[in-house]
């Protein structure tokens, strides 16, 4: 090989190292366990304190809203008939509900009590799953319909447009 | 209709089947009469499928719940325009849309290149027609849109509201054309391996492609990610999912094939890597749709019935390792007749700008991928979001734009001093003067702070050198010309794809500055109020007022919030976030309400309400999100640019090849 393909060949793999070494500490300092609830109750080491991402089902009755504060909430997790305790601040999402698929991103503290900092629901398109399951039967709107009547003297918006 | 739409979906496989085997007998034993009658097969194909696609929407159009398809995507008091839409809505139908769109590029091609370049393209129908029998064997075999129902019900379940958005009719139909465009350069280079016809004509037969499909794809992630931003109420418009990964990486390497193209084009050097490229495209477009369908990688929109990742699987492996084994049997035909001189040139920013894209687009892979591969590993599901993403892609993004900068205004072959020092000296004069004057106003605390910061110099940098092109072109014209617009519209008019590449990158300057501005200065806050009461976020000051609801349509509640949005106590503007419930969904949408101008948006939620009608308030503030969104259409208005036709082009292709003393042959484009 002559001087020049020496060059570039060093300077290709200076910039390909560079990449490697970015993606190689990238995954070091940023990665998360990802577990389902009984995964994470089987393993034998403590995760308390290091970043986990879990996976299961809202336990049917056991969201809780603090009444001072509305936007601290307590629920449990289940997957295979083991729970988890979780406590969250902040908006849920719209899909957050007794019984749907949630991600729970944080970390647990010494009683086992899991503190996320964020909430994810899973994908809206599983509803057709539920319902087959004997859900929500369509044309019923949710029981989350607030009592407000539909009145429409007390509207005076203008209709947003959606095209 | 449903009977005829499944009958002819039968016989464009066949009739697929047929022309591929056909089209290569025909190329192979130089049989004219199989290949008129191979001739005629992206017709048939073309009219089955369409007759097919019929068939459906006018089973959307007319509620024929006998299809399951429709069943599940549509009901009675769907509105038109997204019954039209939902014919992409699931699996099944957007399959048929794949195939309808492919076949209609195909029938382009063949109308093109009728009795033309008859070497290379009856290879390339093959190839395309291949893929096409992959897409029609699963549309008959594994997921068809005309399943029937045996008692068909009285209405549909609808479409899932989050998707009733006009971005609906939008979005996707762009994404696809994008990635199902990449299946003519693709198909072009396999023949041009296959035939052994290794110049480039392959790649100036496909320019057009390349450039409208890349075009496509740019937009249909811009579309997403506006989608995203207005609909899905979280504040952001990325967020790195496998889904949108899987959108993001073809782009990503079409970017680096339609920089590297331009050095074989000009330099007849770089033909394994450009080979290369563009099969690393159609494998990631094969690859994004095996992570949408497959299931594998928990993401947030995957598809429901997702069954289909094996069938997309083999088919990655099989296209890797037939384009493997064809570029290595034909290495020796792809040996370069020139070499890279000096590390200051216009070759050597391209290598590394094609590196660096790479870079990007393998940090992306990784990270999507890193959940099986620990997994399969370790035992341990790991998984990286966002802050690996940004932790690797930001500092070669940065990188990027310095070369975006660099590359246009250095010289071809060696770059000299003196060509160092006219070209760069003022770009980076104004560089480091727009530095001097924000760094005292721009925050610098922390990490991604310093990083915009640097993204602010850099878009200074990279503008300044672009607009000076401008300038001096205009300038030089100016002499020949009447007008000062005149000469600026003359310089373009004459080297269309120089400066609609440049104004590209203007659009990609600002989408930059957006994203840096965005992601590192933007704020948000929640509360929970009761009428009356406010929330301040930045210099904006919202009065929660009233909360109404709405019997929209009969299907459809909306509950609204109104907050007037206060700044230095003047009304400025209402916020109207509101919530909305659709019947047979058991979930409501979230309807925000966003005031965008150019230097920030302010973005509302209404997350949550009670009885009492207290309200739970999520404002987010954002700055320059605008810019991304004006980016785009900037790059939208120079790939017209770009693609218009252009018989100069060809003129100086000629003179080059002169040039080069490369012997004649006629252009073919």
Same mark, same amino acid.
């Given at each position: 090989?002559?001087?020049?393909?020496?060059?570039?060949?060093?300077?290709?793999?200076?910039?390909?190292?560079?990449?490697?070494?970015?993606?190689?500490?990238?995954?070091?300092?940023?990665?998360?366990?990802?577990?389902?609830?009984?995964?994470?109750?089987?393993?034998?080491?403590?995760?308390?304190?290091?970043?986990?991402?879990?996976?299961?089902?809202?336990?049917?009755?056991?969201?809780?809203?603090?009444?001072?504060?509305?936007?601290?909430?307590?629920?449990?997790?289940?997957?295979?008939?083991?729970?988890?305790?979780?406590?969250?601040?902040?908006?849920?999402?719209?899909?957050?509900?007794?019984?749907?698929?949630?991600?729970?991103?944080?970390?647990?503290?010494?009683?086992?009590?899991?503190?996320?900092?964020?909430?994810?629901?899973?994908?809206?398109?599983?509803?057709?799953?539920?319902?087959?399951?004997?859900?929500?039967?369509?044309?019923?709107?949710?029981?989350?319909?607030?009592?407000?009547?539909?009145?429409?003297?007390?509207?005076?918006?203008?209709?947003?447009?959606?095209? | 209709?449903?009977?005829?739409?499944?009958?002819?979906?039968?016989?464009?496989?066949?009739?697929?089947?047929?022309?591929?085997?056909?089209?290569?007998?025909?190329?192979?034993?130089?049989?004219?009469?199989?290949?008129?009658?191979?001739?005629?097969?992206?017709?048939?194909?073309?009219?089955?499928?369409?007759?097919?696609?019929?068939?459906?929407?006018?089973?959307?159009?007319?509620?024929?719940?006998?299809?399951?398809?429709?069943?599940?995507?549509?009901?009675?008091?769907?509105?038109?325009?997204?019954?039209?839409?939902?014919?992409?809505?699931?699996?099944?139908?957007?399959?048929?849309?794949?195939?309808?769109?492919?076949?209609?590029?195909?029938?382009?091609?063949?109308?093109?290149?009728?009795?033309?370049?008859?070497?290379?393209?009856?290879?390339?129908?093959?190839?395309?027609?291949?893929?096409?029998?992959?897409?029609?064997?699963?549309?008959?075999?594994?997921?068809?849109?005309?399943?029937?129902?045996?008692?068909?019900?009285?209405?549909?379940?609808?479409?899932?509201?989050?998707?009733?958005?006009?971005?609906?009719?939008?979005?996707?139909?762009?994404?696809?054309?994008?990635?199902?465009?990449?299946?003519?350069?693709?198909?072009?280079?396999?023949?041009?391996?296959?035939?052994?016809?290794?110049?480039?004509?392959?790649?100036?037969?496909?320019?057009?492609?390349?450039?409208?499909?890349?075009?496509?794809?740019?937009?249909?992630?811009?579309?997403?990610?506006?989608?995203?931003?207005?609909?899905?109420?979280?504040?952001?418009?990325?967020?790195?999912?496998?889904?949108?990964?899987?959108?993001?990486?073809?782009?990503?390497?079409?970017?680096?094939?339609?920089?590297?193209?331009?050095?074989?084009?000009?330099?007849?050097?770089?033909?394994?890597?450009?080979?290369?490229?563009?099969?690393?495209?159609?494998?990631?477009?094969?690859?994004?749709?095996?992570?949408?369908?497959?299931?594998?990688?928990?993401?947030?929109?995957?598809?429901?019935?997702?069954?289909?990742?094996?069938?997309?699987?083999?088919?990655?492996?099989?296209?890797?390792?037939?384009?493997?084994?064809?570029?290595?049997?034909?290495?020796?035909?792809?040996?370069?007749?020139?070499?890279?001189?000096?590390?200051?040139?216009?070759?050597?920013?391209?290598?590394?700008?094609?590196?660096?894209?790479?870079?990007?687009?393998?940090?992306?892979?990784?990270?999507?991928?890193?959940?099986?591969?620990?997994?399969?590993?370790?035992?341990?599901?790991?998984?990286?979001?966002?802050?690996?993403?940004?932790?690797?892609?930001?500092?070669?993004? $940065?990188?990027? &734009?310095?070369?975006?900068? /660099? +590359?246009?205004? *250095?010289?071809?072959?060696?770059?000299?001093? @003196? !060509?160092?020092?006219?070209?760069? $000296?003022?770009? &980076?004069?104004?560089?480091? /003067? +727009?530095?001097? *004057?924000?760094?005292?106003?721009?925050?610098? @605390? !922390?990490?991604?702070?310093?990083?915009?910061?640097?993204?602010?110099?850099?878009? /200074?940098?990279?503008?300044?050198?672009?607009?000076?092109?401008?300038?001096?072109?205009?300038?030089?014209?100016?002499?020949?010309?009447?007008?000062?617009?005149?000469?600026?519209?003359?310089?373009?008019?004459?080297?269309?794809?120089?400066?609609?590449?440049?104004?590209?990158?203007?659009?990609?300057?600002?989408?930059?500055?957006?994203?840096?501005?965005?992601?590192?200065?933007?704020?948000?806050?929640?509360?929970?109020?009761?009428?009356?009461?406010?929330?301040?976020?930045?210099?904006?000051?919202?009065?929660?007022?009233?909360?109404?609801?709405?019997?929209?349509?009969?299907?459809?509640?909306?509950?609204?919030?109104?907050?007037?949005?206060?700044?230095?106590?003047?009304?400025?503007?209402?916020?109207?976030?509101?919530?909305?419930?659709?019947?047979?969904?058991?979930?409501?949408?979230?309807?925000?309400?966003?005031?965008?101008?150019?230097?920030?948006?302010?973005?509302?939620?209404?997350?949550?309400?009670?009885?009492?009608?207290?309200?739970?308030?999520?404002?987010?503030?954002?700055?320059?999100?605008?810019?991304?969104?004006?980016?785009?259409?900037?790059?939208?208005?120079?790939?017209?640019?770009?693609?218009?036709?252009?018989?100069?082009?060809?003129?100086?292709?000629?003179?080059?090849?002169?040039?080069?003393?490369?012997?004649?042959?006629?252009?073919?484009?």
């Amino acid at each position: 090989m002559d001087r020049k393909k020496i060059k570039f060949a060093l300077g290709s793999s200076l910039i390909v190292g560079t990449i490697g070494y970015l993606i190689a500490t990238g995954i070091n300092s940023t990665s998360t366990y990802f577990f389902t609830v009984s995964e994470l109750m089987d393993q034998k080491v403590s995760f308390h304190g290091t970043g986990l991402k879990v996976k299961g089902n809202v336990v049917a009755g056991s969201i809780e809203r603090d009444p001072g504060d509305y936007l601290n909430v307590q629920f449990a997790i289940e997957e295979k008939n083991r729970n988890l305790n979780v406590v969250y601040q902040g908006v849920t999402p719209d899909m957050f509900q007794d019984g749907g698929e949630v991600v729970v991103e944080g970390a647990l503290d010494e009683q086992g009590v899991f503190h996320a900092n964020t909430l994810l629901t899973s994908c809206p398109s599983k509803y057709e799953a539920e319902k087959e399951a004997g859900g929500m039967h369509p044309g019923t709107l949710p029981d989350y319909k607030p009592k407000l009547k539909p009145d429409p003297r007390k509207v005076d918006f203008l209709p947003k447009t959606t095209i | 209709m449903n009977d005829i739409g499944e009958f002819t979906l039968m016989i464009a496989l066949a009739t697929s089947l047929y022309g591929t085997v056909a089209y290569v007998m025909a190329a192979r034993g130089n049989r004219i009469d199989l290949y008129l009658s191979a001739d005629k097969v992206p017709l048939i194909t073309w009219a089955c499928i369409m007759i097919s696609s019929i068939a459906l929407w006018k089973a959307f159009f007319t509620n024929d719940f006998s299809l399951q398809y429709v069943y599940a995507y549509s009901n009675i008091e769907l509105d038109y325009f997204y019954k039209f839409s939902s014919f992409w809505g699931g699996q099944k139908g957007s399959l048929l849309f794949w195939a309808l769109i492919l076949t209609s590029y195909m029938m382009v091609v063949h109308i093109q290149n009728r009795s033309k370049n008859l070497i290379v393209v009856p290879y390339a129908m093959a190839v395309m027609l291949a893929i096409t029998c992959f897409f029609l064997f699963l549309l008959n075999f594994s997921t068809n849109p005309f399943e029937r129902i045996p008692l068909p019900p009285e209405d549909g379940r609808g479409l899932n509201p989050l998707l009733q958005n006009y971005w609906m009719v939008i979005h996707p139909p762009t994404l696809y054309l994008g990635y199902v465009g990449f299946t003519v350069p693709f198909a072009f280079a396999m023949a041009a391996l296959i035939s052994k016809n290794l110049d480039d004509a392959w790649i100036r037969l496909t320019r057009k492609w390349t450039v409208v499909s890349w075009f496509f794809l740019c937009m249909g992630n811009l579309f997403g990610a506006s989608w995203a931003y207005v609909e899905l109420g979280w504040g952001g418009y990325w967020a790195w999912d496998p889904v949108e990964n899987a959108a993001f990486m073809p782009l990503i390497v079409a970017t680096a094939y339609l920089h590297s193209v331009m050095i074989q084009e000009k330099k007849d050097m770089m033909k394994v890597w450009n080979m290369s490229l563009i099969l690393l495209t159609f494998v990631m477009t094969i690859f994004g749709t095996f992570i949408t369908r497959s299931g594998l990688i928990q993401s947030v929109h995957t598809f429901d019935e997702a069954t289909l990742g094996y069938y997309f699987l083999g088919l990655l492996f099989f296209i890797i390792a037939v384009c493997t084994a064809l570029i290595i049997s034909r290495l020796p035909l792809l040996k370069s007749k020139n070499e890279l001189d000096s590390f200051l040139s216009r070759e050597a920013g391209f290598l590394f700008n094609n590196l660096l894209l790479l870079g990007i687009a393998f940090a992306t892979f990784w990270g999507t991928i890193f959940p099986i591969i620990s997994e399969a590993i370790r035992g341990v599901k790991i998984t990286v979001g966002p802050p690996f993403y940004n932790q690797v892609n930001v500092p070669i993004g $940065l990188a990027l &734009l310095a070369l975006i900068g /660099i +590359g246009p205004i *250095i010289a071809w072959r060696k770059a000299t001093w @003196s !060509n160092l020092k006219k070209n760069f $000296l003022k770009p &980076l004069m104004f560089a480091l /003067i +727009g530095g001097a *004057i924000l760094f005292p106003v721009v925050p610098l @605390s !922390n990490r991604s702070e310093i990083y915009t910061y640097i993204a602010f110099i850099l878009c /200074i940098f990279v503008l300044s050198s672009m607009l000076i092109e401008f300038y001096k072109g205009t300038m030089a014209r100016y002499a020949s010309s009447e007008t000062y617009l005149g000469a600026l519209g003359s310089l373009i008019w004459n080297n269309k794809r120089r400066y609609g590449g440049y104004t590209v990158h203007i659009g990609v300057v600002m989408i930059y500055a957006g994203i840096a501005a965005s992601s590192s200065y933007g704020i948000h806050t929640e509360k929970r109020l009761k009428i009356g009461e406010t929330i301040e976020i930045r210099d904006y000051m919202l009065r929660y007022e009233k909360l109404a609801a709405i019997q929209a349509t009969s299907v459809k509640t909306r509950i609204i919030a109104q907050l007037a949005v206060e700044k230095d106590g003047k009304k400025i503007w209402t916020a109207r976030p509101e919530k909305e419930f659709y019947k047979g969904q058991n979930q409501p949408v979230s309807e925000v309400d966003v005031r965008s101008t150019l230097a920030s948006d302010l973005y509302v939620i209404l997350a949550d309400f009670s009885e009492d009608e207290s309200a739970t308030i999520k404002v987010y503030h954002n700055p320059m999100v605008k810019w991304l969104w004006t980016g785009g259409w900037i790059i939208a208005l120079g790939t017209m640019v770009c693609a218009w036709p252009d018989r100069l082009e060809q003129r100086r292709r000629l003179e080059r090849l002169k040039l080069q003393k490369i012997v004649f042959s006629p252009a073919q484009e």
